[in-house]
């Protein structure tokens, strides 16, 4: 009886240790484009290799300061509580909005300010200062999936 157990123990464990994660978050690329998964169907794209200006596509177009826009520049992103969120200021050029996505109440928000993205995060529990470079992350990504900052969140979902 005591190994009919142990063996039982030993293969819900093997089992739960093996949760089978969707390929959308194993891939980092399509075609030509380098790709990094966010909260299916969210991911950044960029067909520049080693670019640090990656784009953003929402599912529908977004209110921001020159228009409505279905997408935009990313630099820096995190995915905390399933909140996306992110900006890129690293060039002047290109317009800088604040952005905020959460898949699961279809909100796909961007902001002109920091302080109005800041405080937006803040009502929903997310600190906006916790960001990564999106180009550091994707090297790691490609190396193991399971380095995503937010693997645990994606794990989680299936």
């Known amino acids: 009886m005591r190994v009919i157990c142990v063996i039982l123990f030993f293969f819900f464990a093997f089992i739960s240790c093996n949760v089978e994660i969707d390929s959308f ?13 966010l909260i299916k169907p969210y991911r950044l794209f960029t067909p520049i290799h080693d ?5 953003l596509k929402f599912k529908n177009k977004v209110k921001q300061k020159y228009g409505f826009e279905d997408q935009t520049n990313v630099c820096r992103i995190n995915v905390v509580n399933r909140i996306i969120y992110g900006h ?5 050029s290109y317009p800088n909005y604040y952005f ?10 961007a902001f002109e300010f920091k302080n109005e993205w800041s405080l937006y995060l803040h ?7 916790e960001l990564y470079h999106v180009l550091n992350v994707y090297w790691d990504f490609k190396k193991d999936y399971r380095s995503l900052p937010w693997y645990d969140q994606i794990k989680n979902q299936e």
């Open 25 to 37: 978050y194993k891939t980092n690329r399509v075609e030509d484009i380098n790709v990094l998964p």
């Open 51 to 55: 670019n640090t200006i990656w784009s």
């Open 88 to 92: 890129c200021m690293e060039f002047q």
């Open 123 to 129: 009502e929903h529990g997310v600190n906006s200062d």
């Open 100 to 109: 905020v996505i959460i898949p699961d109440e279809n909100i796909e928000k």
